[in-house]
Every structure is written in structure tokens, then in C-alpha cells.
């Protein structure tokens, strides 16, 4: 239950050193992450079992592990160069959020207070079928869009 919080904090805390050791680096796609998990955490209410911290409506669990995620994943895909890597990562991007999902939700406890089927039959995921394609498409979007924007 309280697991939640502590993986809030240890993000928040991560992010604060990264942000202080690399803020030229890293501000414009933290930036652009923070829109992205502002824009899901805004539109769809995050009510969790147990605990819930917030700042007005949006829940800040999913707000700081979106952000976090989303520069994570581009951190990644800043330091591989192959061919057609967008491709490559929007595999492995599908692959790390389930697998991120499936820890959370069945080993870490962290549970939506709902009652949406899986994914696929996945036993992951468990919300609207809007927010499971959000949930599929963010990261590849994200990467074409700092791509676009040519964030380094």
C-alpha cells in the first residue's frame, strides 16, 4: 500500500539529482515528458487503493512516473544508434510498460480503484480503452515529438 509513496519519493528525489547534475541537458525533454503526464493525469481521474497524495485533482503518483518514464525511455533512445530505432523502441517501449504494469500491479500492489478488464487478457492495465491506447502510443509519440523538436 505504502509502496506507492515510497516509489514517489525515491522518483522525486532521483529526478531532483538528475535534474541538478544534467538541467541542460535534460530540461526540454523533462519538459515535454511533464505535458504528456499532465495532459493523462488531468483528463482522467487516478483514484488508487489505499493512499492517494494529490494536488488538486491529479494524483502524483502517475504524474512524476509518467515524467520519470518518458525521460528514462528517452535517455535510452538518445544513446543507441541503429537503424529505424524508432521502431525498435516502440517494441520495446510496448514491452517495458507491460512488464512495468505487471509489477506494479501484481508484485508492488499498486492498484487503480477500478474495475476495467486487462489488456488483451493480460491482467494489466486495467482502465478505459482510451487510456490503454495513451498508455500504448505515449512513449513512441514522445520520442517523435522530441524528435521533431530535436531535443538532444
Known amino acids: 500500500m505504502y509502496s506507492r509513496n515510497i516509489i514517489v519519493i525515491i522518483t522525486l528525489i532521483t529526478g531532483l539529482f538528475i535534474l541538478y547534475k ?3 541537458k535534460i530540461g526540454q525533454e523533462l519538459i515535454i515528458a511533464f505535458l504528456f503526464a499532465l495532459f ?3 483528463y482522467v481521474e487516478y483514484i488508487y487503493t489505499g493512499v492517494n497524495m494529490t494536488i488538486g485533482t ?3 503518483f502517475p504524474l512524476v512516473s509518467w515524467t520519470g ?3 528514462f525511455i528517452r535517455e535510452i533512445y538518445e544513446m543507441i544508434n541503429i537503424k529505424y530505432k524508432i521502431i525498435y523502441f516502440s517494441f520495446l ?3 517495458l510498460i507491460l512488464f512495468v504494469e505487471y509489477v506494479g500491479y501484481h508484485i508492488l500492489g499498486i492498484q487503480l480503484d477500478s474495475n476495467y478488464p ?3 487478457g493480460l491482467d494489466v492495465l ?3 480503452w482510451f487510456q490503454q491506447i495513451f498508455y500504448i502510443t505515449a512513449g513512441p509519440i514522445y520520442l517523435l515529438v522530441t ?3 530535436n531535443v538532444k
Do not use: R
Open 69 to 71: 518514464g518518458l525521460v
Open 93 to 95: 517501449y510496448l514491452g
Open 22 to 24: 544534467y538541467k541542460k
Open 40 to 42: 493523462i493525469t488531468s
Open 126 to 128: 486495467h482502465v478505459p
Open 147 to 149: 524528435d521533431y523538436l
Open 58 to 60: 491529479i494524483n502524483v
Open 118 to 120: 486487462g489488456l488483451w
